[in-house]
């Protein structure tokens, strides 16, 4: 296994944790571009949003749903959202992750 992010999930690289249950994990990005910077992903290996099926819609839904819980834990009244999709949509990890974001006002002017 060379996904850092499965390495991540099975505890064989440390991660500032946030969240974790059966389907998902989050934790603090590791290159942070804002006061607060986490990452959403599921235990499942899913490459990206591209390889996403039927199948994957509850994941989809689940993880969604945990960014604005996750966020105002973490004192944010705004975030953003980012998907990186595919070397051509900036995917650097491809294990399917969703960036939040926020609790600057620079990134408000953007």
Do not use: W
Not at 74 to 87: D, E, Q
């Amino acid at each position: 296994m060379t996904c850092i992010f499965c390495k991540i999930i099975d505890g064989s690289i440390p991660s500032k944790k946030i969240f974790e249950n059966d389907e998902l994990i989050a934790f603090h990005d590791i290159h942070p571009i804002d006061k607060v910077h986490f990452l959403i992903t599921p235990k499942k290996h899913i490459e990206n949003l591209i390889a996403c099926s039927e199948g994957d819609k509850e994941t989809l839904s689940n993880m969604l749903l945990l960014a604005p819980q996750l966020a105002k834990e973490l004192g944010l009244k705004g975030f953003r959202t980012m998907i990186n999709s595919g070397v051509e949509g900036g995917q650097e990890v491809f294990h399917m992750h969703f960036h939040v974001y926020g609790g600057s006002s620079k990134l408000a002017k953007i």
